[in-house]
């Protein structure tokens, strides 16, 4: 139950993504709906839904902001979380893909593996603050960290 069953991007105001990372956005999600384990934490006392959930996802005011409901609509939980944690990850990750993505056109396979485990390193060290940022919040395992921290690159994109 304690599982994320669908997942809004709200990117209305972004420019359109590069054919790259439109892929990855589609493949978060993908990913994600096939396999994710989300739970919400009670706090102050408070009951929480036990899930499943739909999440919506967006940056507001400079702030990270998770919107979650029932599989039917109605509200279970929302919280919001600072960028800044976020912010150099994020530039990281956006500059080592794009080494990765000029590799793959010319460089042999023992220099891309050497920039992919980079990519992969940085990108674990995303999901890693994602799961500290949601500490007391949510429970996500470090599967579903990675591939909501990929979605929240995809809403910094041309931010």
Do not use: W
């Not at 902001?65 to 979380?81: I, K, N, R």
């Not at 500059?95 to 920039?115: D, G, H, N, R, W």
Request: glycine letters at 8%; proline letters at 6%; a negative charge.
């Amino acid at each position: 139950m304690s599982r994320l069953v669908d997942i809004a991007l709200d990117d209305k105001a972004l420019p359109p993504p590069t054919p790259e990372i439109e892929q990855e956005r589609q493949v978060a999600i993908f990913d994600l709906l096939e396999n994710n384990s989300f739970a919400l934490i009670g706090r102050d006392g408070r009951e929480v839904h036990p899930g499943p959930y739909r999440m919506g996802l967006a940056i507001r005011d400079q702030r990270l902001v998770f919107d979650l409901s029932d599989e039917g609509g109605a509200p279970a939980g929302a919280f919001h979380l600072s960028l800044g944690p976020f912010r150099q990850v994020v530039k990281d990750y956006f500059q080592i893909c794009e080494s990765y993505f000029e590799a793959v056109k010319t460089l042999p396979p023992s220099q891309i593996e050497t920039i992919d485990m980079a990519r992969r390193g940085i990108h674990n060290e995303g999901a890693r603050i994602l799961q500290e940022r949601l500490e007391g919040k949510a429970k996500v395992d470090e599967d579903t960290a990675r591939r909501l921290f990929t979605l929240i690159c995809v809403l910094h994109f041309g931010g």
